[in-house]
């Protein structure tokens, strides 16, 4: 028996399944996170660890954990495979080599240098440029009221492109910063009004094409192996591809791409993400390094990328196929589903959106047919992901037919004293949102101030992350309200908290909707909040990234809603 064993980090039915399922088939025992998702479901995970939040600004629990870990288990092979456990490793480099010297050297990630260069997209697109590949008009600007006049004086035109200097920052909802598309200077203003916090970003004019990527295995600035892949179905303002297919690399930008690897000295795996558009020039968009989302075509191709890198790694294996399959199709089920829905109310005239005719997107359905097409969650050895995907896929069109025909808004002012007559025999309350950061820490302290001894109020979200602090702008609004938020850490809610609950307050369709998955046994329990305002809707949406008017109007129908429950609790004699 394989006695090798790897440590996965990551989640989702991308690059993280994709990368298990690559390395727990070649018999190497595969350990990951928990919290990863439907992955978890797969056959090929010996072990899934309960590791603590990552913060950055007190990082000593998460390294102390994963440092015993890993001098615990002497696992041969580390595998990040998300920008959020990636992030941690290049950090903490020197803390985990002081543990031991070998150690980074089975963690793959990249070295200093090349991540910082990949990683930031005003640096990658200059390095793009210095080695002659094609680079739409670039400025890398403030985002301050200036870039308004910065654009309007270089006529860029609309739509442009605004891409923050890095994609992940940790202290930011979900780590996560999106390139927009801003289609006029309205649009722009609204933008610098939001995302000042971004503080730099890079101003680029818009080039429409079709999404490509050429992923390579490099080592010390040497390619080993390198595909292509085409994006068939992608959002239609650009991103990740939902369907794509593999096809020839394309030579004219080798050369290019050759350079920017030997510049950065690189050793990994990376996505160099160009576009292409109807009369074949070319555009470089970025370079992800790391593993994509669309790996499993890459090995449905002939390239297993994943036990490639170990082999690289770990027995220094350097010859690796140069062929590949092409025409070979993969298809993300749960987003391409929502991709074609999208695509058929889009507008096919507008030449920036990435639309496909309806014709063409059903012809699509012969590739399944002949053989040629493969699904990310799917695999006969493995089907525990993919009957998990679809069984979310089932409840959401469910849930979206339930809305329809059924809309919970309709006898709201009925549902409004049923939530005030139950109201009074509440003793323990469970307020939950998203994230546990805006909406529910304010509802929750507010209760916990007016019902001091009646009721007891715990709140939470379901969003993986956790110790999450409520966003500047939140804590000076709530501040002005007269609660203080300051030092709100957020927090996951559990199954005991559910049960342990005689009513769950929610503020939003998505929130209900998941708790009603969750606790299908007592779905009497779940209440909107909105319930109980003159609006007809019941949702209470999420103010994250607004500006502090909209944080005001949404604390202020919170206190609202609040303030009607608190009327109805009296404290009876036995309290």
Request: with cysteine.
């Amino acid at each position: 028996m394989n006695s090798t064993s790897a440590l996965i980090l990551g989640h989702g039915l991308g690059a993280f399944l994709q990368s298990v399922r690559s390395l727990g088939r070649r018999s190497i025992q595969v350990d990951v996170n928990r919290g990863a998702g439907l992955a978890l479901r797969s056959r090929y995970i010996r072990e899934a660890i309960d590791f603590p939040d990552y913060r950055e600004e007190s990082p000593d629990d998460w390294l102390r954990f994963t440092g015993d870990l890993l001098r615990e288990k002497k696992y041969d092979f580390v595998l990040p495979c998300s920008d959020d456990v990636v992030l941690p490793f290049i950090r903490h480099r020197e803390f985990f080599q002081s543990l031991d010297p070998d150690l980074m050297r089975r963690v793959a990630v990249l070295s200093g240098t090349a991540y910082e260069i990949s990683s930031d997209k005003y640096r990658s697109a200059v390095l793009a440029a210095e080695s002659g590949l094609p680079v739409p008009e670039f400025h890398e600007r403030p985002v301050d009221d200036a870039l308004i006049d910065f654009v309007r004086d270089h006529s860029f035109g609309y739509p442009l492109i605004i891409k923050p200097r890095c994609s992940y920052v940790f202290g930011t909802f979900g780590g996560r910063r999106v390139v927009r598309r801003i289609r006029s200077e309205e649009q722009l203003r609204d933008f610098v009004s939001k995302y000042s916090s971004w503080e730099r970003c890079m101003v680029q004019k818009n080039f429409n094409g079709t999404g490509i990527g050429v992923y390579l295995l490099a080592k010390n600035g040497r390619i080993l192996a390198c595909m292509a892949q085409e994006r068939l179905h992608e959002p239609l303002e650009g991103g990740g591809g939902y369907y794509r297919r593999s096809i020839l690399l394309p030579t004219e930008l080798l050369p290019g791409i050759e350079q920017a690897v030997r510049s950065m000295h690189y050793t990994g795996v990376a996505m160099f993400e160009f576009k292409r558009d109807s009369e074949g020039r070319w555009a470089f968009i970025e370079i992800n390094g790391r593993f994509w989302g669309s790996l499993a075509l890459s090995i449905a191709a002939g390239c297993d990328f994943p036990f490639w890198l170990y082999q690289m790694q770990c027995e220094n294996r350097e010859d690796f196929p140069r062929q590949y399959r092409i025409g070979i199709y993969s298809r993300n089920l749960y987003g391409d589903l929502h991709w074609i829905m999208d695509n058929r109310r889009a507008d096919h005239s507008d030449p920036s959106l990435s639309t496909r005719p309806l014709a063409t997107v059903l012809a699509e359905s012969r590739h399944w047919l002949t053989g040629h097409e493969y699904w990310d969650s799917f695999a006969w050895r493995d089907p525990g992901p993919f009957f998990g995907e679809v069984g979310e896929m089932a409840g959401e069109f469910t849930g979206k037919l339930r809305r329809k025909y059924f809309p919970r808004c309709k006898g709201k002012t009925l549902k409004k004293e049923t939530m005030l007559r139950r109201f009074p025999d509440v003793r323990n309350l469970l307020v939950i949102c998203y994230g546990n950061i805006c909406r529910s820490p304010f509802a929750a302290a507010w209760l916990r101030k007016k019902l001091a001894g009646i009721v007891e109020v715990r709140e939470g979200g379901y969003l993986p992350q956790q110790d999450r602090p409520t966003p500047e702008i939140a804590q000076n609004v709530t501040a002005s309200l007269g609660v203080d938020l300051s030092e709100h850490r957020s927090r996951r809610f559990t199954d005991d908290d559910l049960d342990w609950a005689d009513m769950v307050l929610c503020f939003d369709e998505n929130n209900y909707d998941h708790l009603r998955q969750r606790f299908a046994g007592n779905v009497t329990k779940i209440w909107p909040l909105g319930t109980l305002l003159a609006q007809k809707s019941p949702w209470i949406e999420d103010p994250y990234g607004s500006n502090a008017d909209n944080y005001r109007r949404t604390y202020e129908a919170i206190r609202e809603c609040c303030d009607l429950l608190v009327a109805v609790r009296k404290p009876s004699k036995r309290e």
